[in-house]
């Protein structure tokens, strides 16, 4: 597993995990993971954590329990493993370790994704909660990691206040 951590800067603070049997064996470049980083950073998110895991179900658990309970991250977002395929085991991995799903995360993406392309419909990521930390699936391709994350980023803030304990009123 190849992880890059940074120290933490002030703000919120996330990771982004690929997910890629090729991509950890070094035998296959990942676009998707720098393509979400530098998504999450231009809005303002200090990315700290960065990995590569091969699609092996206790290794994505593993990690994301390491980020969210040990690192303290406040959103996790994967890329990777949210097909068909057997060996497409993130959503399983991430929602054994989740405490709440977010179902309208995940519909939201699917329904903008289906605009695009009749496969969206084959994308089983979801989305949820682990103690404070939202965790979001994404699909693996760059082009459909960065479709997808677009459609959740204007959501992103009020979501990660609210989990964080914001107890303001949501109306308006």
């Known amino acids: 597993m190849n992880v890059t951590e940074k120290t933490p800067r002030q703000g919120l603070c996330c990771g982004v995990l690929t997910v ?34 091969p699609d092996r179900e206790e290794t994505i658990r593993e990690t994301l329990v390491q980020w969210v309970d040990h690192l303290g991250l406040d959103l996790v977002v994967t890329t990777g493993g949210t097909g068909v395929a057997v060996s497409d085991v993130t959503p399983e991995a991430t929602r054994k370790v989740l405490d709440r799903e977010v179902p309208g995360i995940s519909e939201a993406m699917r329904g903008a994704s289906l605009q695009k392309t009749p496969h969206a419909m084959l994308s089983r990521g979801l989305a949820g909660i682990r103690k404070t930390c939202l965790i979001i699936n994404l699909p693996g391709s760059e082009r459909a990691a960065r479709e997808n994350l677009a459609v959740v980023l204007a959501a992103l803030p009020h979501a990660l206040a609210k989990i964080r304990g914001d107890e303001a009123d949501c109306g308006g």
């Not at 049997?21 to 960065?50: C, F, N, W």
């Open 20 to 53: 890629s049997d090729k991509g950890s064996q070094g035998k296959r470049r990942d676009s998707s993971g720098p393509a979400i980083v530098e998504m999450l950073e231009a809005t303002g998110l200090a990315v700290i954590a960065t990995a590569i895991v």
